[in-house]
């Protein structure tokens, strides 16, 4: 029942053109809220502390 709405989204809808939020948002302000946490990481991780950042303002 959910399948074929589901079906229809994801085939007829565009990719979103992420570049676009990368025009509105400088990457200075990314890099400095990263570094403002003061975390550090000990192990590598897939996702980067960075990207995790993009993510949530994607979001």
């Known amino acids: 029942m959910l399948d074929d709405p589901l079906h229809f989204l994801a085939h007829h809808l565009e990719t979103p053109d992420w570049r676009r939020l990368g025009e509105h948002l400088p990457v200075d302000w990314i890099e400095q809220a990263v570094q403002r946490t003061e975390a550090t990481s000990i192990r590598h991780r897939r996702l980067p502390a960075e990207q995790v950042v993009w ?4 979001l």
């Open 55 to 58: 993510l949530m303002v994607a």
